[in-house]
């Protein structure tokens, strides 16, 4: 359940980054749609599985650097903007964004 709702977010923030930085250039739907199938599929490799760490707490990066990079500017642009367009999903996602760095840090 945990990677269905991580994709779910990274999808979300796709979605704003190219909404609203990206306008009417049609090669980067496909890089749109290329980053959401990238990501994704990624996900479904992660070892961790449902205990998985938000990536950028993670050990293991399983991104290679070019869509390391894409998604570091995706995700802060994005990140700010969800309290507007998804305050609810934003909400929950700092909860368990801090829960999961004391967790990590306990150990």
């Keep these: 359940m945990k990677l269905y709702k991580e994709k779910e977010v990274v999808d979300l923030m796709i979605d704003i980054y190219y909404k609203m930085k990206i306008k009417k250039d049609s090669s980067k739907k496909v890089e749109k749609e290329d980053l959401k199938k990238y990501c994704a599929y990624r996900l479904s490799l992660c070892p961790f599985k449902d205990k998985k760490p938000f990536c950028s707490n993670c ?49």
């Design 59 to 107: 050990k293991i990066h399983c991104y290679d650097k070019i869509h390391q990079e894409l998604i570091k500017k995706v995700m802060r642009y994005s990140g700010p903007r969800m309290i507007i367009y998804h305050p609810l999903i934003a909400i929950k996602h700092v909860i368990e964004s801090n829960k999961n760095k004391k967790m990590i840090n306990k150990k």
